[in-house]
């Protein structure tokens, strides 16, 4: 049986760093007090993504992921902190305060949540959008596919300033795309890039009837699928297999490997050893992102 509770907590949050400029945080303190629907007490936990007294209703007692992360930030943000003092003379990127390990358990947790219905209700009022007004350092980006069943916000219950998303349709890449991943990676302090593709993906359906010779109909969509089409070259004789999820996973595994080998400062950032490139898949029917 679901029961709902109501937390009063009082946080001072992480400043907000300059959008161009990495900063250590300060420190942080943090008060909270949960009660049930009795008014008896609780122990709660800390929520880092929370910056002034509020009112945080949970929909299940045991689902305690969402404060987890909150408060693994709180304790990721101490650990950078001391991590940026120690290594700053030697990279030529601050990392961000979330370890690329701790962020994709952050994302873990999301997709469970997501799959179960439990969402996090902290993150996206008045008070985190002035938090975040001023700066923002998303934990990690995401690149996926436009699909509109897709959106990693939803599918990794994150909340403002948590992600930085990139969205072309199967993942194409371009140095738009590129470039953003860099200014993430390299001024934001994201530790984390996630490539994600999903089944029955549109526009790897529509790589592979281009690789058999169809006209995607204007410059642009023959663009985009000219992208894809050197990652799908394998599959040009082949039957697609159910959902084209083997497509999507060579695609996926393609821009993974083409993001390393054309940027020279995700190249780097991964070589120090601080950021980290998984890849994902999407099950539209279950919700669950698979991860290899
Ligand atoms: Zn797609």
Request: proline share 5%; net charge neutral; with cysteine.
């Amino acid at each position: 049986m679901l029961k709902v509770f109501t937390m009063s907590l009082a946080i001072m949050s992480m400043a907000a760093c300059s959008t161009f400029q990495t900063q250590r945080a300060p420190n942080q303190e943090t008060k909270v007090v949960l009660k049930d629907q009795q008014g008896a007490k609780k122990e709660a936990p800390e929520q880092a993504t929370s910056n002034g007294p509020k009112e945080i209703t949970r929909v299940s007692p045991e689902d305690t992921a969402p404060n987890t992360q909150a408060k693994e930030m709180k304790e990721a943000v101490a650990a950078a902190a001391q991590h940026i003092q120690s290594t700053h003379d030697q990279h030529p990127r601050e990392a961000g305060p979330v370890p690329a390990d701790k962020a994709m358990g952050w994302l873990k947790n999301g997709n469970a949540r997501f799959t179960k219905g439990f969402f996090r209700n902290d993150g996206a009022k008045a008070q985190d959008r002035h938090r975040l007004a001023t700066g923002q350092k998303p934990h990690s980006v995401i690149l996926s596919c436009s699909d509109s069943r897709v959106p990693p916000e939803v599918v990794f219950d994150q909340k403002l300033g948590e992600i930085f998303v990139i969205r072309t349709a199967g993942q194409a890449l371009d140095n738009n795309v590129v470039g953003s991943i860099e200014y993430a990676v390299s001024h934001l302090g994201s530790n984390l890039i996630v490539v994600m593709g999903h089944e029955s993906c549109g526009a790897v359906k529509a790589a592979l009837s281009s690789l058999q010779g169809a006209d995607m109909g204007s410059p642009a969509l023959n663009a985009l699928v000219a992208d894809l089409k050197p990652r799908l070259q394998q599959y040009a004789s082949t039957t697609p297999s159910e959902n084209v999820a083997h497509e999507s996973w060579s695609n996926v595994d393609g821009v993974a490997k083409e993001l390393i080998e054309r940027s020279a400062i995700i190249r780097d950032a991964v070589a120090s050893g601080d950021v980290k490139i998984v890849k994902a898949m999407y099950h539209l029917e279950s919700g669950n992102v698979e991860w290899r």
